[in-house]
């Protein structure tokens, strides 16, 4: 049988989130000093181990965390959570390769602006003024590429492009060559 400092080791795993000592006795089926105890040994047990793991209390209880020595890979390796919105802006700007925020703006609308900055702080737009412009061009960064594991992006060539994207007909990409060629569609 396993050690209950084991257990409790799985059971904060499995989980995956912060858990309160009541809960981590019933589910170890054993009572709350038993379980702070094990808890106690597991922590310290962690506390030394040269390990990318750490067990720690939080507010709302103890949780399994990769140490924050690794949140630099933590960036790189998880993409953060942007809106559909600020998505679809990071697409357009994407497929256009550069495009000034003005521009940006009359395709996509005033929420555009929020966008950028959602962007540009993630890291995935670069924000450059242009020398006699009041606009700003905007550019997808490197890990952009890295996180979405693009490195070029056809140019999609369309014949007219709505105000709004959400309203434009969409682009039947099966007639688009990687080159950014249109290919001949059959007519049916």
Request: proline share 4%.
């Amino acid at each position: 049988m396993f050690r209950l400092s084991s257990q409790i080791e799985a059971i904060l795993y499995l989980k995956g989130q912060a858990l309160d000592l009541a809960f981590i006795a019933e589910c170890a089926g054993c009572d709350r000093d038993a379980a702070e105890t094990a808890m106690m040994e597991l922590m310290d047990d962690y506390a030394h181990r040269d390990s990318a793991l750490e067990v720690v209390e939080t507010p709302t209880g103890y949780t399994l965390q990769l140490r924050a020595s690794f949140q630099a890979l933590i960036d790189k390796m998880i993409p953060p959570e942007i809106g559909t919105g600020a998505l679809r802006t990071l697409a357009a700007i994407a497929i256009k390769g550069s495009i000034s925020q003005t521009d940006l703006v009359e395709l996509r609308g005033s929420g555009a602006y929020q966008h950028v900055q959602e962007l540009v702080e993630v890291g995935f737009v670069r924000k450059r003024r242009q020398s006699g412009s009041r606009s700003s061009l905007l550019q997808v960064t490197d890990k952009f590429h890295r996180t979405y594991e693009l490195n070029d992006l056809p140019i999609l060539q369309v014949a007219a492009v709505s105000k709004d994207l959400e309203e434009s007909t969409p682009i039947d990409l099966a007639t688009i060559d990687p080159d950014g060629v249109d290919l001949p569609t059959q007519s049916g």
